[in-house]
Nanobody, 114 residues
Framework: QLQLVESGGGLVQPGGSLRLSCAAS????????IGWFRQAPGKEREGVSC????????YYADSVKGRFTISRDNAKNTVYLQMNSLKPEDTAVYYC???????WGQGTQVTVSS
């Protein structure tokens, strides 16, 4: 039973920070590349960041580069997305994703508003 469960979303003011968590069950997360995606109402789901399973290399969309950081905690079988300097355009439901098998979490809402 493979599952990804996101948490850590919420309401934050522009310029604030949040840390999202993606907890895996049924598999060892460290063995797989994991990505973060987001989807705002009426918009397509877009890639935000990903982390490799081999050398730990990372990818960031241009829109979040320098503000977001993806990381892994193997002991907790969890991938994190640290989001700093948040902007209203970051408002979306954020999902974690395992490309092998195309597994998705249920999503966590991030709202950036004054």
């Amino acid at each position: 039973q493979l599952q990804l469960v996101e948490s850590g979303g919420g309401l934050v003011q522009p310029g604030g920070s949040l840390r999202l968590s993606c907890a895996a069950s049924g598999f060892t997360l460290d063995y797989y590349p994991i990505g973060w995606f987001r989807q705002a109402p009426g918009k397509e789901r877009e890639g935000v960041s990903c982390i490799s399973s081999s050398d730990g290399s990372t990818y960031y969309a241009d829109s979040v580069k320098g503000r977001f950081t993806i990381s892994r905690d193997n002991a907790k079988n969890t991938v994190y997305l640290q989001m700093n300097s948040l902007k209203p355009e970051d408002t979306a439901v954020y999902y974690c994703h395992r490309p092998l098998g195309d597994y998705w979490g249920q999503g966590t809402q991030v709202t950036v508003s004054s």
